[in-house]
């Protein structure tokens, strides 16, 4: 028997439908102004409506970025020369000392810098071979000023610039400074060029968008997006490491080109990749812009940088050596050495002394101190705060000029007990570098002993322990003495000319 309906009843229901409908819905999005319903429940997912737009970051900046190649002739180098080396290793990072301070990282076979291959690869090694790198730059004047790496040009016996245009010329180099890896070059255009707008890389956060461009592999004009991973990385590159670390996909031959906020503002200078294979990984790093614009103006005008040096050796206060300093938290700079005759000596500067305010800046870690220093005018008295014997004390310090030969030296925490010594002879303390024969030499290292897993090695020269003078054996004894199991005993060691603290436990 076929179904029927009332009409009445239908209706009914028809209505109370329509009521609910309306009500849930916002009366229809107010008579049907709104979107449909399908749209209208994406407008309620989360808002994406801030997506970069790469595209017109790309065709604004693209223009900006050049090609830079350089030549360099190998002439008397090994085997390998036709191929420039992927790798740079640099010494640890530290204060304003003086001394080599070079030691190896063990990470430092994976700093890849941006060199890209020779065309036609490897071979080579021929007297008068020529070899070519490729980088990139941007211009940052209309006269034809270009922003890149050092590593990118330096050395290069002819450097050419291309245009993305096409257009190529002949480069020469204005001002270059190794310590921060920038250079500033010079194309005579004859027209007026575009350029790059430079940000506040201070403003950049940890998670915002970036693009970079440059010539990776000697593919011209490529863009890559990611974001800002971290601010403030220190790689062991130099003593003023501050790099922004970003995911963008950079690779051999970005040297030297911009990474670029999503206003179109350059906020860094790619630098360096950490890589085990060569290629891109998403660890990349890029020099902050704020730290090129400080030395611009300089490198202009004198082709070079000016820094100011306070002559000690420091390196961060770690737990132990807080602990053994009588400190309440670790902090501040710790001064391993004072070089002779040196701002810092003259002021009354003191080996075991913690910096912990510079001209009214506080030192929250020993990376703080050196880059803060070298913006410090020569011939300018600053006030220094240091912890000395739990005591803080300020002393006048009269900056002086940072000379090339005074290269930043640093320090780093290592060793344990379970050692061997004997005293210093005359010979020894030639062969290291000593000025005089004092202290106690290490001999031998017990195989997997505490002193062995944390570094310590044959030939360092312990002078002092819990900040008496170690002079000789009898000496080094007797400031062990006492010490319980468990004590931190604070070393002050000798490695290679340089100075550093150990705390060690018992």
């Not at 409908?21 to 409506?49: E, I």
């Not at 036609?120 to 270009?146: A, E």
């Not at 950049?204 to 011209?220: D, Q």
């Not at 000593?434 to 030499?441: E, K, N």
């Amino acid at each position: 028997m076929p179904r029927t309906f009332n009409f009445k009843t239908v209706l009914a229901v028809a209505a109370v439908v329509l009521t609910i409908g309306f009500v849930a819905g916002g009366g229809f999005n107010r008579y049907f102004a709104q979107p449909t319903l399908a749209k209208n429940a994406y407008a309620a997912a989360p808002d994406v409506r801030g997506l970069p737009d790469f595209v017109s970051l790309a065709k604004k900046l693209t223009p900006v970025v050049v090609n830079v190649s350089t030549t360099q002739s190998a002439g008397n180098q090994g085997p390998s020369a036709g191929q420039p080396s992927p790798f740079s290793r640099r010494g640890p990072r530290g204060g304003q000392g003086q001394g080599q301070g070079q030691d190896e990282d063990p990470f430092g076979d994976f700093w890849r810098r941006f060199f890209g291959n020779p065309p036609g690869g490897g071979g080579g090694g021929g007297r008068g071979f020529r070899q070519q790198s490729l980088g990139s730059g941007f211009i940052i004047d209309h006269d034809g000023t270009i922003l890149t790496n050092n590593h990118v040009v330096d050395n290069g016996s002819k450097i050419m610039v291309k245009l993305q245009d096409g257009r190529e010329y002949e480069a020469k180099v204005v001002g270059k400074d190794a310590k921060t890896d920038i250079a500033i070059i010079k194309i005579d255009a004859k027209a007026d060029l575009p350029v790059a707008q430079l940000g506040d890389s201070d403003k950049l956060e940890v998670g915002e968008w970036v693009v970079a461009i440059g010539n990776p592999f000697g593919l011209e004009s490529t863009v890559t997006s990611g974001i800002v991973s971290a601010k403030g990385r220190h790689i062991g590159a130099g003593p003023y490491d501050n790099f922004i670390q970003t995911d963008a996909s950079i690779n051999p031959g970005n040297s030297g080109g911009p990474l670029i906020n999503l206003r179109g503002e350059v906020v860094g200078i790619n630098t360096a990749i950490f890589s085990q294979s060569g290629g891109n990984i998403g660890i990349g790093f890029a020099t902050p812009i704020n730290s090129a614009k400080d030395i611009i103006p300089e490198l202009k005008s004198k082709g070079k940088v000016t820094r100011g040096w306070l002559g000690v050796s420091i390196q961060n206060v770690t737990p132990d050596i807080a602990s053994s300093l009588g400190l309440e938290k670790s902090r501040g700079a710790l001064v391993a050495d004072v070089l002779k005759e040196g701002p810092a000596e003259r002021a009354g500067l003191k080996v075991g002394d913690v910096i912990v305010d510079f001209d009214g800046t506080e030192i929250k870690d020993s990376s703080d101190l050196p880059a803060i220093v070298a913006r410090t005018r020569p011939g300018k008295q600053v006030n220094i705060k240091v912890l000395r014997d739990k005591k803080e004390m300020t002393l006048p310090v009269t900056i002086t000029e940072l000379k090339e030969e005074e290269v930043v030296a640093s320090a780093k925490e290592k060793g344990d007990l379970g050692l061997t010594v004997q005293k210093v002879t005359p010979e020894m303390a030639d062969n290291l570098q000593l000025g005089r024969a004092t202290g106690v030499v290490i001999t031998a290292i017990e195989p997997g002993s505490a002193a062995e897993e944390a570094g310590l090695q044959q030939g360092d020269v312990i002078v002092e322990v819990d900040r008496k003078p170690v002079r000789d054996i009898p000496d080094f004894r007797k400031a062990l003495t006492g010490a319980k199991k468990g004590q931190r005993i604070l070393f002050l060691v000798r490695r290679e000319g340089n100075s550093l603290f150990v705390a060690l436990r018992k």
